[in-house]
């Protein structure tokens, strides 16, 4: 089977002003489905750019991503969005939660925009938010929430399309420790049971030590590409 | 999508557009009420104008008694005076236009008039009349339901005239006085006859007030020695919403029959009407404009507003697969609930407003009138429904800028926006 994603020669440039910041310059990286693959490395590495161009919210300036044997580079605005939609999750380090919308409502939000009626997406974002464990909440909004139920709402909503990937960026960065080992355990013990590849920046130690793969980036470039054995 | 997908998206963008307006619920308040008060202003307003245009058209063509159709001689308005003999209706004319009118519209009243003027003396002194020329019976045909009002020539009364207020009082004249009459006939001859006064009325007009009468036709014709003539058929139709079309049609049935006529309508005759119409029509566009603007602006400052506030949640809802479009009508859907919202509360208050305002019996003198006429607001939901249709419109142009940008921006700008 060919791997999830295919990335090559991946180069993207910032401009800032009259300062041009080149964030990724050029990166090779296959992504197996199934993969549990930590990008980590300092601030400023290009984690983040790397993220956004596998989440597909963002295009490269030279190089090719395919995804799920799509190449990106030749896909609408629209078709893109669809893909984001029907077969991407996305867990935000700020959680990014739609404030006038319950926690039930959050989770049903990636299957409204899909068409799905409404009825079955109750009934899909209420098992969700079953497994991610707090039901309870379901009705609260986020503002009544704390960060780490808010963060296990954002996992629910990741992963309620059954997507082929999850992107994280620094989901346990806003969160305690506590908090931080309750939605680390949730995230892979959730990723796997759904074969769900997945994809995370992180600095945290404790999710680098869960993850099949390591991706070391410096200054826009993989310095180091390893499995983990630990 | 499908349709259940589309119906899913339309239930989903209007709760959702709902709860961002309560989100920030002052601010969509003020927008809602500012929208509220314009709308009022100009459905009260226009609700003024439709009673004042249908109190001048009443005036016109029952008042007045120019009736909903005037069916005379090409030019004879222009050169009837100069020539009157060649503008002259003779009985055999009248009765072939009777004819065609019955055939067109048999429910149609219609009756043959002649004007005629000169002097009128009380015996010591003198001043000049402008009359208009119809047979009692026929007068009060045309007037239908307003037959009882002030001015209508009595069928019992033979030699009776009535006369405008301003004329009576500058003569010093009452019912059941007598007054001379001198004029020239269809030949340029001097001729007087004598008449009684038996009604006074207010022609609504202060140019005309101090000269115009009704008298019967055949004092008329007496007066203008022209036995059997007139000088034009007025006529009342049973809808006036077919005067156009039922003119065209006599028009084209007497040409068909070789009579050479025009039938003009009662809008085209009425000067004053026109006059009327067009200034408060123009206050109406300059009110509405004005309207329009002050809604337009609040409606984009208050979406421009939420897009900045929202930038980061719309970066969200785009990572998480919301199409551009869908973002755009989010946006537009708050502005619709925001226009629809704010004219049904306009409505409530042009409705109590309205009642409030009829209720106190408002009366005033308008400009060239002779007698106050009372302020009374009408009810015209065409136009609610067009001013409500305008400012969503607009609105939503309003709008559309400062959401487009945002629906446009880059994913990850959007995400970063603090």
Redesign the interface.
């Known amino acids: 089977m060919s791997a999830l994603l295919e990335i090559r020669s991946l180069k993207r440039t910032f401009h800032l002003g009259h300062t041009t910041v080149p964030a990724l310059r050029g990166v090779d990286l296959d992504i197996q489905r199934g993969e549990m693959l930590a990008v980590w490395g300092a601030s400023g590495s290009g984690k983040s750019t790397l993220l ?1 161009m596998i ?1 597909l ?2 295009r490269p300036d030279e190089g090719s991503l395919c995804f799920d044997g799509d190449d990106t580079s030749v896909l609408s ?2 078709a893109l ?2 893909c ?3 077969k991407i999750g ?1 867990v ?1 380090q700020a959680f ?1 939660l ?4 319950s926690a039930l409502e959050n989770v049903m ?2 299957l ?7 009825e079955v ?1 109750r009934q899909g974002a209420g098992d969700w938010l079953d497994r991610v464990g707090i039901a309870k909440f379901a009705h609260h909004r986020p503002d009544r929430m704390s960060g780490g139920q808010r963060q296990r709402v954002a996992i629910a ?1 990741a992963l309620v399309t059954q997507p082929m990937l999850v992107i994280a960026d620094e989901p346990t960065a806003n969160l305690d420790s506590v908090n931080s080992t309750l939605v680390l355990d949730l995230l892979w013990q959730l990723s796997e049971d759904a074969h769900v590849t997945c994809v995370f920046a992180t600095h945290d130690q404790r999710l680098l030590e869960r993850a099949h793969r390591h991706v070391l980036l410096k200054d826009g470039q993989i310095i180091d590409d390893r499995e983990n054995h630990a | 999508m499908n349709s259940v997908g589309t119906l899913v998206e339309i239930r989903h963008t209007m709760r959702f557009a709902a709860r961002n307006l309560k989100r920030n619920a002052r601010r969509s308040v003020v927008t809602l009420m500012s929208i509220a008060f314009g709308f009022t202003a100009l459905a009260l307003f226009a609700g003024y104008t439709m009673d004042v245009y249908l109190g001048l058209r009443n005036q016109a063509v029952y008042g007045e008694l120019l009736g909903h159709l005037t069916i005379s001689r090409p030019g004879m308005a222009q050169e009837g005076h100069l020539h009157p003999e060649k503008y002259l209706l003779d009985a055999d004319n009248t009765s072939k236009i009777e004819a065609v009118i019955r055939q067109i519209s048999p429910e149609a009243k219609f009756a043959p008039r002649l004007a005629v003027s000169g002097m009128i003396s009380n015996g010591q002194i003198s001043t000049i009349f402008l009359a208009e020329g119809v047979a009692p019976a026929d007068m009060r045909a045309l007037r239908g339901r307003f037959a009882n009002a002030s001015g209508t020539l009595d069928p019992d009364k033979p030699a009776g005239i009535t006369v405008s207020r301003g004329l009576a009082a500058l003569l010093g004249l009452k019912e059941g006085d007598n007054v001379s009459l001198l004029g020239s006939t269809v030949r340029g001859q001097v001729n007087a006859i004598d008449e009684d006064i038996v009604d006074t009325f207010d022609t609504g007009n202060a140019a005309t007030n101090d000269k115009m009468m009704f008298m019967p036709l055949a004092q008329a014709r007496a007066l203008y020695d022209a036995e059997g003539q007139a000088d034009r058929l007025t006529v009342v139709l049973p809808d006036v919403a077919q005067t156009d079309a039922i003119a065209a049609r006599i028009a084209t049935a007497l040409n068909a029959q070789g009579l050479k006529m025009g039938v003009q309508p009662w809008h085209e005759l009425s000067v004053f009407y026109r006059q009327v119409k067009g200034m408060l029509n123009m206050i109406f566009a300059f009110l509405f404009t004005i309207v329009l603007v002050t809604s337009t602006m609040a409606l984009t400052n208050v979406i421009s507003m939420n897009v900045v506030e929202r930038t980061r949640e719309i970066g969200t809802l785009r990572a998480l697969g919301m199409q551009r479009g869908s973002i755009i009508r989010l946006f537009l859907t708050e502005v619709v609930i925001l226009v629809v919202s704010g004219c049904l509360v306009g409505l409530l208050l042009t409705l109590l407003l309205g009642w409030g305002i009829n209720a106190t019996n408002i009366s005033y003198v308008p400009p060239n009138s002779t007698a106050a006429v009372p302020l009374t607001i009408g009810f015209d939901p065409s136009i609610m429904v067009i001013i409500t249709l305008l400012l969503a419109i607009f609105g939503g142009l309003a709008a559309w800028l400062p959401t487009h940008r945002a629906a446009h921006q880059p994913i990850i700008d959007a995400l970063g926006h603090v």
Do not use: S
């Open positions: 956004n989440g919210i963002d605005d629209h969005t669809v984001r939609n029907r996305f935000f990014n739609v404030p006038v919308f939000l990636p409204t925009i899909q068409g799905v009626p409404e997406a909503r």
